[in-house]
C-alpha cells in the first residue's frame, strides 16, 4: 500500500495562476479531506468528501474548489491563486468516520508571489 | 463554533523529566485524537480516543479523556530526544470534520 500520495511536493505559482493539487489513497477509504497548515498553526479543513460524488466545504473553502469521481482521487483546485493561499497542504483519508482516525499525505508546500 | 485550545504551545524539557500536554475543548465531543508532527513531515496518528475515561498508552506517552470536563491530557514519562516534535489534539465536531488545536512544540533536552 502507498497510502495517501500527493503531488507536487512543492510548487511556486504567481497571484492569478491556478493549480490542481493531485490526491490519491489506495486503501479503499470512503472519507477524504484536504487541509491547509500555516507556519506555526494547526490544520484547518478545506473541504471534505464522504463518497464519489460527494464534498462538501470545511471551515476554510474560499478560493478553492474539489470534485470526487473515484473512491481513489480527490483534487483539489485554487482558482486565481492568491498570497494568502501560502501554506503546506495536506490530503487525508479515512474508512468510515466512527473510530477510524485519519491517514494524512506527505503535503504540498506551496508559494504563490 | 468548536475551539480546541492546547497548552503549552512550546516545552522545553530535560531527558528523563515528566509532563503534560493540555488539550481544552469547547463544545460536546466524544472522539478526541492526538497526532504527532516532525519538522517538514506530515501527521502521524499517535492515539484515538473514543469515550469518557479512555486512556491509552504507547511506550511514554499516555492519553485521557474527560469529556465532561471537555479535556485531554498527554502524559510523558521519562523523556527522550526522540520525543522530540509537535503535537496536536483535534476533536471530532460532526460530520466527519476535526477541529485541530494550536499544536504543542516538544523540545527534549539532553
Known amino acids: 500500500n502507498a497510502g495517501v500520495t500527493q503531488t507536487p511536493k512543492f510548487r511556486i505559482l504567481k497571484i492569478g495562476q491556478s493549480m490542481t493539487l493531485q490526491c490519491a489513497q489506495d486503501m479503499n477509504h470512503n472519507y477524504m479531506y484536504w487541509y491547509r497548515q500555516d507556519p506555526g498553526m494547526g490544520l484547518k479543513l478545506i473541504y471534505y468528501s464522504v463518497g464519489a460524488g460527494i464534498t462538501d466545504k470545511g471551515e476554510v473553502p474560499n478560493g478553492y474548489n474539489v470534485s470526487r469521481s473515484t473512491t481513489e482521487d480527490f483534487p483539489l483546485r485554487l482558482e486565481l491563486a492568491a498570497p494568502s493561499q501560502t501554506s503546506v497542504y495536506f490530503c487525508?483519508?479515512?474508512?468510515?468516520?466512527?473510530?477510524?482516525?485519519?491517514?494524512f499525505g506527505p503535503g504540498t508546500r506551496l508559494t504563490v508571489t | 463554533e468548536l475551539k480546541v485550545e492546547q497548552n503549552p504551545l512550546f516545552l522545553s524539557m530535560q531527558e528523563g523529566k515528566n509532563y503534560t500536554i493540555y488539550c481544552n475543548y469547547s463544545?460536546?465531543?466524544?472522539?478526541l485524537y492526538w497526532y504527532r508532527q516532525d519538522p517538514g513531515k506530515s501527521l502521524e496518528s499517535l492515539f484515538v480516543l473514543l469515550s469518557n475515561g479512555a486512556v491509552k498508552q504507547e511506550g511514554r506517552l499516555m492519553a485521557s479523556l474527560d469529556t465532561k470536563a471537555r479535556l485531554s491530557t498527554l502524559h510523558i514519562t521519562a523523556a527522550v530526544h526522540d520525543l522530540s516534535a509537535t503535537y496536536f489534539c483535534?476533536?471530532?465536531?460532526?460530520?466527519?470534520?476535526?477541529?485541530f488545536g494550536e499544536g504543542t512544540q516538544l523540545t527534549v533536552n539532553p
Open positions: 487525508a483519508s479515512s474508512y468510515y468516520r466512527e473510530s477510524e482516525e485519519q491517514y
Open positions: 483535534a476533536v471530532d465536531k460532526s460530520g466527519s470534520r476535526l477541529t
Open positions: 463544545t460536546t465531543s466524544d472522539r
